[in-house]
């Protein structure tokens, strides 16, 4: 247990209107605070109820007046999400409604809780290890159906548990060598060296497996940088728009239309992309114009992957070679070669070979975006890895990377026939490393930056997101 004394409350649900508002607390002092505010309508006492029962009855305000006729349900420690005594109202979802039940909470000596500190808490009583904790928030801010089910995946366990038998397995080698080096008169098993190479090489590659899933796991998180260019009026803005699947951007017949950049986010082929639209690349004698091109080049040069935009319907020109040249830097780049419902000025054969797929469109018509679809499935594939076993988390690749880094040095050392001390060295400190990513070992600075992630509790902003109701299974 963390030895909180105080106990703390928050909205737990969006701050909007809705159907249902949530309340939540956890603390040692959540039983009290309960009886005082909430009249069963059976005539018992909440404190007088089992756990994981939703009871009918009156919730007062701070004044002791009725406020809304709601449900609460209790959870007594240690068998909560946080470890300690916890408690639930689910009320109307109106946000005056649930702001005077906080208010009415407060008045009872509960304060507001801190951003993430309902999952902190877990954390710190030994209810969630630090990769479920941040699976939390990954969970709740998951942007495709695989993201969620990987954030799930991960919030079960399936990160702690590959870390913990590499670590385990660390364990029982270095334990091993201090038995035998500090007490080499006891009969004690001596080295078995082809043994700890297997172990040693065994625990490396399953950090590895896991730590090769980080760069495309990372596109599960962020999304993809993608920059739209072409030149003016070449149908920039009317992709944007076919893309989102609604009127984003303004679009009209007058080129130059778009003088800036502009992004919002979208899931083509199953792989969220953080598209750019920007302006006609152009040389132009209108100073706004001409920096909106510099952003564009920019945005270009930034990407990951580049959707250079060519009208189909006009000639082929040096603005045209211009995107073209442009699009062939770093960033994987696919030609969109749009209005295909317009009467052809060119032959789209002539990019072939120099990107790397070659889609012909309407954006107007929102045809051939399947193959568009197709060509970012193919350029961006993601792990071929069960959910849970994606590592979309920078915190916990670094950590990795450094327990990996160390067992190599320890497997070098075993290999080279150096002294038992520089093998444990390494596979100790593969197992800080390992410690780091869990939270069996961690400093406080780095839980208070990973738990600053949550929604920051804000006095009645309603929207502290690590909601007790979304995991039943933590409760057990």
Same mark, same amino acid.
């Not at 505010?37 to 404190?47: N, T």
């Given at each position: 247990?963390?030895?909180?004394?105080?106990?703390?409350?928050?909205?737990?649900?969006?701050?909007?209107?809705?159907?249902?508002?949530?309340?939540?607390?956890?603390?040692?002092?959540?039983?009290?605070?309960?009886?005082?505010?909430?009249?069963?309508?059976?005539?018992?006492?909440?404190?007088?109820?089992?756990?994981?029962?939703?009871?009918?009855?009156?919730?007062?305000?701070?004044?002791?007046?009725?406020?809304?006729?709601?449900?609460?349900?209790?959870?007594?420690?240690?068998?909560?999400?946080?470890?300690?005594?916890?408690?639930?109202?689910?009320?109307?979802?109106?946000?005056?409604?649930?702001?005077?039940?906080?208010?009415?909470?407060?008045?009872?000596?509960?304060?507001?809780?801190?951003?993430?500190?309902?999952?902190?808490?877990?954390?710190?009583?030994?209810?969630? !290890?630090?990769?479920?904790?941040?699976?939390?928030? &990954?969970?709740? %801010? /998951?942007?495709?159906?695989?993201? $969620? +089910?990987? @954030? *799930?995946?991960?919030?079960?366990?399936?990160?702690?548990?590959?870390?913990?038998?590499?670590?385990?397995?660390?364990?029982?080698?270095?334990?091993?060598?201090?038995?035998?080096?500090?007490?080499?008169?006891?009969?004690?098993?001596?080295?078995?060296?082809?043994?700890?190479?297997?172990?040693?090489?065994?625990?490396?590659?399953?950090?590895?497996?896991?730590?090769?899933?980080?760069?495309?796991?990372?596109?599960?998180?962020?999304?993809?940088?993608?920059?739209?260019?072409?030149?003016?009026?070449?149908?920039?803005?009317?992709?944007?728009?076919?893309?989102?699947?609604?009127?984003?951007?303004?679009?009209?017949?007058?080129?130059?239309?778009?003088?800036?950049?502009?992004?919002?986010?979208?899931?083509?082929?199953?792989?969220?992309?953080?598209?750019? !639209?920007?302006?006609?690349?152009?040389?132009?004698? &209108?100073?706004? %114009? /001409?920096?909106?091109?510099?952003? $564009? +080049?920019? @945005? *270009?040069?930034?990407?990951?992957?580049?959707?250079?935009?060519?009208?189909?319907?006009?000639?082929?020109?040096?603005?045209?070679?211009?995107?073209?040249?442009?699009?062939?830097?770093?960033?994987?780049?696919?030609?969109?070669?749009?209005?295909?419902?317009?009467?052809?000025?060119?032959?789209?054969?002539?990019?072939?070979?120099?990107?790397?797929?070659?889609?012909?469109?309407?954006?107007?018509?929102?045809?051939?975006?399947?193959?568009?679809?197709?060509?970012?499935?193919?350029?961006?594939?993601?792990?071929?890895?069960?959910?849970?076993?994606?590592?979309?988390?920078?915190?916990?690749?670094?950590?990795?990377?450094?327990?990996?880094?160390?067992?190599?040095?320890?497997?070098?050392?075993?290999?080279?026939?150096?002294?038992?001390?520089?093998?444990?060295?390494?596979?100790?400190?593969?197992?800080?490393?390992?410690?780091?990513?869990?939270?069996?070992?961690?400093?406080?600075?780095?839980?208070?930056?990973?738990?600053?992630?949550?929604?920051?509790?804000?006095?009645?902003?309603?929207?502290?997101?690590?909601?007790?109701?979304?995991?039943?299974?933590?409760?057990?």
């Amino acid at each position: 247990m963390s030895g909180y004394s105080d106990t703390i409350a928050a909205i737990a649900s969006g701050g909007g209107i809705s159907a249902i508002g949530i309340v939540r607390l956890s603390g040692p002092e959540v039983l009290r605070a309960v009886d005082a505010v909430f009249r069963p309508a059976d005539g018992k006492s909440m404190s007088a109820h089992p756990d994981r029962q939703l009871v009918y009855g009156e919730l007062l305000d701070r004044e002791g007046e009725l406020l809304d006729v709601c449900l609460c349900t209790v959870s007594r420690a240690p068998r909560s999400y946080t470890g300690e005594d916890t408690a639930e109202f689910q009320c109307h979802g109106s946000p005056v409604v649930l702001r005077a039940a906080l208010e009415s909470l407060f008045a009872r000596g509960v304060r507001q809780a801190l951003a993430g500190e309902f999952t902190k808490r877990a954390f710190l009583n030994g209810r969630l !290890d630090l990769t479920r904790a941040e699976a939390v928030i &990954d969970v709740i %801010e /998951a942007r495709t159906p695989l993201a $969620a +089910r990987n @954030a *799930a995946g991960q919030l079960a366990g399936s990160v702690q548990r590959a870390a913990d038998a590499v670590y385990d397995a660390l364990g029982d080698v270095c334990s091993h060598y201090h038995a035998v080096l500090d007490y080499p008169d006891e009969d004690i098993p001596d080295f078995q060296l082809s043994e700890y190479s297997r172990i040693l090489e065994r625990s490396a590659g399953e950090l590895d497996k896991l730590l090769s899933t980080f760069r495309r796991g990372q596109y599960l998180d962020k999304g993809i940088l993608t920059a739209i260019v072409g030149r003016p009026n070449a149908g920039k803005s009317s992709l944007l728009n076919a893309l989102l699947g609604y009127d984003r951007a303004i679009v009209t017949d007058v080129p130059g239309t778009t003088r800036d950049t502009l992004s919002e986010g979208c899931v083509l082929g199953g792989v969220p992309l953080r598209l750019t !639209d920007t302006a006609g690349v152009r040389d132009t004698a &209108d100073t706004v %114009e /001409a920096l909106g091109v510099e952003r $564009a +080049r920019a @945005a *270009a040069a930034e990407a990951e992957l580049v959707l250079a935009v060519f009208d189909l319907s006009r000639d082929w020109d040096a603005e045209d070679e211009t995107v073209a040249r442009l699009a062939g830097q770093d960033a994987a780049a696919v030609a969109v070669v749009n209005k295909s419902d317009l009467p052809s000025r060119w032959d789209p054969a002539r990019l072939e070979g120099r990107f790397e797929r070659v889609c012909v469109v309407s954006a107007r018509e929102g045809t051939g975006l399947d193959a568009l679809e197709q060509a970012v499935r193919e350029l961006f594939p993601l792990p071929e890895a069960r959910p849970g076993e994606i590592l979309t988390n920078a915190r916990q690749a670094e950590a990795i990377a450094r327990a990996l880094d160390a067992l190599n040095a320890a497997r070098s050392a075993l290999d080279e026939g150096f002294t038992p001390d520089a093998v444990l060295t390494g596979c100790e400190e593969a197992m800080a490393a390992l410690g780091e990513l869990t939270g069996r070992s961690v400093r406080q600075d780095v839980t208070e930056k990973i738990f600053s992630r949550f929604c920051v509790g804000k006095r009645f902003c309603g929207k502290n997101c690590d909601n007790l109701s979304f995991f039943p299974q933590l409760r057990t």
